[in-house]
């Protein structure tokens, strides 16, 4: 069965400075990789994913992730944060059997504040 | 325009209730789906539907009764209303590719509140 971690519950950082939230999956074949952002009281919007090639994917405003299949893990980063990217951050792992069949597995997320 | 779009935003009701959400995509997709996120925002999918089609029936109560008359709606029935029913429910839906990798696109979310 496939699964995903997202080790930090809640990461605090200032506003300009770097950022990266890690994810961490299990998946027999193949991954497909997705980051979700969920503002306050909204819906998830999709930041970036990755299902092949370069395993150096750019997303929506400035996110980025990298696959690495030795480690299992596809962590998202961010140069210098804005105090909009304050936000809970979902990782989402895919299967690949399509026709309906494709269940989103998620992480618990990663609440992120930003400090000024 | 919205893409995915739900109704009601917000839903309060009473124990024992019936209620329904419903959700459009207007992205001409074959497969939509519902996700509850429960109180620790923990996500996790309910049904999926393929061109009208049940395909994902996770273990839901069978209070929850998922309808879709044509692929660009899927509406949630709850019968009998109880608390721990109280949750987010997410509208999604993506674009079949008959085997390979799917995107999902989710709506806005009904915030639904049983007293």
């Known amino acids: 069965a496939q699964s995903v971690t997202q080790p930090d519950i809640h990461i605090t950082v200032s506003e300009g400075a770097s950022l990266e939230l890690r994810c961490n999956y299990s998946y027999g074949a193949t991954p497909y990789l997705f980051w979700y952002v969920q503002s306050p009281g909204q819906g998830l919007q999709l930041l970036l994913k990755y299902f092949s090639g370069d395993t150096l994917v750019q997303g929506i405003k400035g996110f980025e992730a990298e696959f690495k299949r030795s480690q299992s893990s596809f962590n998202l980063r961010k140069p210098s944060v804005h105090w909009s990217d304050a936000a809970e951050y979902f990782c989402a792992v895919g299967s690949t059997q399509g026709f309906g069949n494709e269940k989103l597995t998620f992480g618990t997320g990663t609440r992120l504040t930003i400090i000024p | ?115």
């Not at chain 2, 207007?26 to 061109?51: A, C, E, P, R, V």
């Open chain 2, 1 to 115: 325009d919205t893409a995915v779009s739900q109704t009601p935003k917000y839903l309060v009701t009473q124990m024992g209730n019936d209620k329904s959400i419903k959700c459009e995509q207007n992205l001409g997709h074959d497969t939509m789906y519902w996700y509850k996120q429960d109180s620790k925002k923990f996500l996790k999918i309910m049904f999926s539907y393929n061109n009208k089609e049940l395909i994902i029936n996770e273990t839901v109560p069978n209070r929850f009764s998922p309808k879709s008359p044509d692929k660009a709606h899927l509406n949630l029935h709850i019968n009998s209303l109880e608390l721990g029913d109280s949750a987010v429910y997410f509208c999604a839906s993506s674009q079949d590719t008959a085997g390979g990798p799917e995107t999902q696109y989710f709506g806005p979310g009904t915030r639904l509140l049983v007293l």
